[in-house]
């Protein structure tokens, strides 16, 4: 079974593996770089919708 790093140990697992700084540090920008390549994928269909309608020019 694949687990997520969050997720909690198992009963039979031990927790013994530590993270350095540096590979927290490295983690964490992999993290955010992947979170703004997301975010760019995603940029149009994240705006909002203009509320503004144009009247109709009178004749």
């Known amino acids: ?13 031990k927790n013994e593996q ?19 390549e997301a975010l760019e994928e995603t940029f149009p269909a994240s705006d909002p919708v203009s509320p503004f309608v144009p009247a109709k020019a009178p004749d």
Do not use: G
Not at 1 to 13: I, L, S, V
């Open 1 to 13: 079974m694949n687990r997520d790093r969050k997720d909690p140990p198992a009963a039979d697992e």
């Open 18 to 36: 530590t993270e350095s700084q540096s590979e927290r540090r490295q983690r964490k920008q992999h993290e955010s770089e992947n979170t703004d």
